[in-house]
């Protein structure tokens, strides 16, 4: 059969792919010259900062010294590779008023710049009103972010609040999840409603994959609201029963599990229950105490663990009962990772996959005299912890949920017949 000769609209789309494929190479590869540039001419503004800065043999004590490894950096236009210059000052003169080089533009562990969306959730979370949010943004990612204007703002935040919405009815990716972690976060933007929180849940299916689950408001963490989030859960599909669910002492959630996930195993968060048995004791006593408490959940083994808990008990019952029940009354939910594999205790000792996203946000201080929106809040959560999504790695020793999942167990985070033998 003769070959089939391409329509005009045919070529015209290709040559448009072609296109575009061509400028979105020529944007990452200017993208990556004017950093490139921008990162040496900072380099050379540091070294001519202590040009005379040299020893009795007037030779330069700061100097260049070559480049750190390539690093691919994910930005607007997709991922640029470049390499951080070096600078050696090892040998700067004690006592001389010398700062080390720190690049202003590519901090070591960068490794993706901030989103429009990312940056924009942080600062409504932070109180910021939308009228101050292009100075801000413009700090953040530039000087071509002051195009955006309050409305353009506003326009994407209806935007998000409606996402936000339709991701919530969706299924989930998974009918079975082997952790997950439940944390009330709170933040310095005011809802309608005082005293609410926003409830969020995420889980790590049965490959090692951590994924957002839920985002609701609640009030404060009531078990009527951690109720009614666990069974929008089961109705988006959960459908199996988590083995492990992570989360702090609030006993809404406690008092819920139960009764929507029956056979889920309870683990109290390390994090959370340290700083509420230190808040207990003297000060002239909390670095003890928390050392005493390191020693306990870091023991290799369940045994080792409640010898160090018994020794806590001994050393501080007589004095500070209240820090001792504090900490002992929890101790089968607080000892439940040592019956799962080793590689994931770091994981599933804290509700840390959650605490690290809204670290900077929480509330910490007083709350602004400003009042969010329920709606506009629930979607900068949504879309800040959509964020961090992005960055989450596969549990350590993923392989080893298979045989969580087929119900083998695990003491002292070694399988059973791994034991035996």
Not at 201 to 226: C, H, I, M, P, T
Not at 271 to 285: I, M, Q
């Amino acid at each position: 059969m003769p070959e089939k000769k391409a329509t005009t609209n045919e070529v015209v789309i290709a040559t448009g792919e072609q296109a575009q494929g061509t400028l979105e190479e020529i944007a990452r590869e200017g993208a990556r010259k004017l950093l490139q540039a921008a990162l040496e001419m900072e380099v050379e503004e540091h070294l001519a900062g202590y040009a005379q800065v040299r020893d009795q043999r007037d030779r330069q004590l700061v100097v260049r010294n070559g480049h750190a490894p390539e690093r691919t950096i994910l930005t607007g236009v997709g991922p640029i590779v470049v390499r951080r210059p070096r600078v050696d000052e090892r040998k700067a003169a004690v006592g001389q008023d010398h700062q080390r080089f720190t690049s202003a533009i590519l901090p070591r562990f960068l490794r993706r710049t901030p989103t429009l969306e990312g940056a924009l959730a942080t600062l409504y979370l932070k109180g910021v009103s939308t009228n101050d949010f292009t100075t801000a943004l413009a700090a953040i990612l530039g000087e071509g972010a002051k195009g955006l204007s309050a409305t353009t703002i506003s326009r994407l935040k209806q935007v998000w609040e409606a996402q936000y919405q339709e991701w919530r009815r969706q299924p989930l990716g998974s009918k079975e999840y082997a952790y997950i972690w439940a944390d009330g976060v709170y933040f310095n933007v005011r809802m309608e409603e005082d005293r609410s929180c926003i409830l969020v849940v995420v889980g790590a299916n049965f490959k090692g994959e951590k994924e957002l689950l839920a985002v609701r408001d609640g009030y404060r963490e009531s078990e009527q609201s951690w109720k009614e989030l666990l069974l929008e859960l089961k109705s988006r599909g959960l459908e199996i029963d988590p083995k492990l669910a992570i989360a702090d002492g609030a006993l809404g959630f406690w008092k819920a599990l139960p009764q929507v996930f029956p056979t889920t195993r309870a683990q109290r968060c390390w994090v959370h229950k340290t700083a509420n048995v230190v808040d207990k004791l003297p000060s002239s006593l909390q670095a003890r105490a928390k050392g005493m408490i390191h020693d306990i959940y870091l023991a290799e083994t369940k045994e080792s663990a409640l010898k160090a808990l018994q020794l806590f008990k001994d050393s501080l019952q007589a004095k500070y009962p209240k820090a001792v029940s504090c900490l002992c009354d929890d101790e089968e939910s607080l000892l439940a990772f040592y019956d799962m594999p080793a590689e994931h205790w770091q994981h599933i000792r804290s509700t840390n996959v959650i605490e690290s996203v809204f670290s900077a946000v929480r509330l910490r201080t007083e709350k602004t005299r400003g009042c969010g929106t329920r709606a506009g809040t629930l979607a900068m959560v949504f879309k800040l912890m959509q964020e961090a999504q992005r960055g989450w790695h596969k549990l350590y020793g993923s392989q080893r949920l298979e045989l969580v999942h087929h119900g083998r167990s695990y003491r002292d985070g070694v399988l059973v017949d791994e034991v035996a033998a």
